[in-house]
């Protein structure tokens, strides 16, 4: 979930706007991300996470 505005690009789609308060966004496993970004210059974006682990997997993969 976010608030502010932000967006969001998954590999081969176009990017997605955040615009509204619980509005969501949705990252499959094993699928590169290229941005999430808050658009705003004045205004913070606050992002709220859930992770569907199994087992000992990072949370994030930095793309090297």
């Keep these: 979930m976010a608030s ?3 967006t969001s690009e998954r590999d081969g ?7 509204r308060p619980g509005d ?16 705003s210059d004045t205004q913070p974006a606050t992002f709220i996470a859930f992770y569907l682990l199994t087992g000992d997997q990072p949370l994030i993969q930095p793309i090297q």
């Design 4 to 6: 502010g505005l932000s």
């Design 13 to 19: 789609q176009p990017p997605r706007e955040l615009r």
């Design 24 to 39: 969501s966004s949705f990252e499959p496993a094993g699928e590169t991300i290229h941005r999430f970004d808050n658009l």
